[in-house]
């Protein structure tokens, strides 16, 4: 029997249809595009931190070195209260830590001490003083001794009192608790503080991104997954940022059906701006 050819209507289509196909069936769509598991969620950025700063005891103001909007640096002072009697506590206190003097006057009542002993032993051996004398000049020395030993204490005892000091006057001083910019000033120069806030200041580095997703999407996000955040804001309408999830609430709002999702945004340069609605699309890594 003779060789039978079957007709198969593949051979009939061009090569350059498959490769079209691969391109556009679901089958041969890019990698990235099934990355995005949650798109066009709405968000807030906010500040990373915000703080009211208040003074640690009650006083008058006699100095506020910042406005609203001035950035500043970790341990900047701030503001600061009438301290004029805490200034001379310490500088008295750094007086007293300086003096030398009792201590080399007991020093040189010791030695003195020391080397009459060394001489009554001598005439002790001697028989020519009793035992009683000798008792006497020994108690003596020894007394010196302890003498030079206490006014050394009372040396170290004044250096932590200059310590002491010290900490009082500062006290007296609102610093910066970390980089950022005074968002408030509430009382000015001359106004009395007791437990009310003085400033409120808010880290701009890193920004924190709010989100509410719905609690049909638990289980989607996850922590270190990373999120796009885009803003409609002039001159970042067609900028990305990238941040990455930090938190999710363990606890839902029932009422809402909501829950939770906090990210951390990376502003090094401090460009981009806080306290603005956003959108946010969940990318998983």
């Not at 798109?39 to 009211?52: F, L, M």
């Not at 000049?137 to 170290?156: D, F, P, S």
């Not at 363990?250 to 981009?272: C, K, R």
Request: proline residues 6%; contains cysteine; aromatic residues 4%.
């Amino acid at each position: 029997m003779g060789n039978i050819d079957f007709y198969n209507p593949l051979a009939l289509i061009p090569p350059v249809v498959f490769v079209i196909a691969a391109t556009v069936l679901p089958w041969g769509a890019p990698a990235d595009a099934s990355r995005e598991v949650l798109s066009d969620i709405d968000c807030v950025v906010q500040p990373g931190q915000i703080a009211a700063l208040g003074s640690a005891v009650p006083g008058v103001l006699s100095k506020v070195n910042v406005n609203r909007s001035d950035y500043v640096s970790a341990g900047t002072v701030l503001a600061e209260l009438e301290s004029d009697v805490e200034r001379a506590s310490l500088q008295l206190a750094n007086r007293l830590a300086t003096l030398n003097t009792a201590t080399r006057l007991r020093q040189l009542n010791a030695d003195f001490g020391s080397r009459t002993l060394q001489r009554n032993q001598s005439l002790f051996q001697k028989a020519s003083i009793s035992k009683q004398t000798l008792d006497q000049v020994k108690t003596e020395a020894l007394i010196a001794e302890m003498q030079v030993q206490q006014e050394r204490e009372n040396i170290e005892v004044a250096g932590i009192e200059v310590m002491r000091a010290k900490a009082v006057l500062n006290r007296r001083s609102i610093r910066a608790p970390f980089d950022g910019a005074i968002m408030e000033r509430y009382k000015t120069v001359g106004e009395y503080v007791a437990d009310e806030p003085v400033l409120q200041i808010a880290s701009l580095d890193p920004l924190h991104v709010e989100v509410i997703v719905p609690m049909s999407k638990l289980g989607v996000i996850e922590s270190g997954m990373l999120g796009q955040i885009s803003m409609s804001v002039p001159g970042f309408e067609d900028q990305t940022f990238d941040a990455i999830v930090r938190r999710i609430d363990p606890v839902g709002d029932a009422a809402s059906a909501t829950y939770g999702v906090l990210l951390e945004l990376p502003n090094p340069d401090l460009i981009i701006p806080s306290g603005v609605r956003c959108q946010v699309d969940f990318v998983a890594d």
